[in-house]
């Protein structure tokens, strides 16, 4: 573990200040660690702008949207859209930022209490993303619900994925199936599959089939959406 936390100190953020030149090394590791702290989240840079301001901390705004495209030109984190029809929209929404690794996010961060969601959701993404195709897009869906990813092919919705560690809880459950299914109303895509940790099942709402399947069953049998 102390091995990772020195890595990311010493390889990963020299090697960014380095070849972007960039100045105040701390910010810059604060600035990272709370895009890790919010990764599977959509991501205001200008909240974490407001943040680092509060503590007395000089950096301008740009500089932040400049630092964003630098940790994704490096790819320690990749970032996606929300998805909408009207592409103005969607250049206006915030990013949900994903890590290449998780054992990196888990050595830099304190335990989360929701870590296991967040290392799942970032293990598919991370698998989504190996798999796609040229013509393939990822994004979002996010409205009264929310829906994991929104998987496109070309101008097609092809699936859409909801993402969670256990759907035992009702309240999880029905929150995860409500918003895969306000996404497929939007998206017009009946494609619709959950993974969770261990369960697999079919749910059958709406006249609409849901497959749950376990991670490490779609893991092994995901090649390309």
Known sequence: MKLLHGYFDT???????????????SVVRYFVKRIMANLTKPTSINA??????????KVGKDD????????????MFVRISKYDRSLIKEQKSLDKYYCIDNGI??????PQSNDNRK?????????????KLPSDKISYYQSNGECDFVLQRNDAVVQL?????????????????????????????ANLLIITKDEETVIVRKSKQIGVVPAWKWLLQNKSI
């Open 64 to 75: 932040l949207y400049l630092w964003a495209n630098y940790i994704c030109d490096i790819f």
């Open 105 to 110: 996010r888990g050595t830099v961060l304190l």
């Open 161 to 189: 994925i909801q993402v969670t560690w256990d759907i035992s809880d009702e309240n999880t459950r029905e929150r995860e199936i409500d918003g895969i299914l306000e996404a497929s109303t939007a998206t017009g895509c």
């Open 119 to 131: 290392n799942l959701e970032n293990t598919v993404f991370i698998q989504l993303n190996r798999a």
């Open 11 to 25: 390889m990963l953020l020299k090697d960014l200040v380095e070849h972007y030149k960039m100045s105040n090394i």
């Open 48 to 57: 974490i702008y407001k943040d680092i301001k509060s503590q007395g901390l």
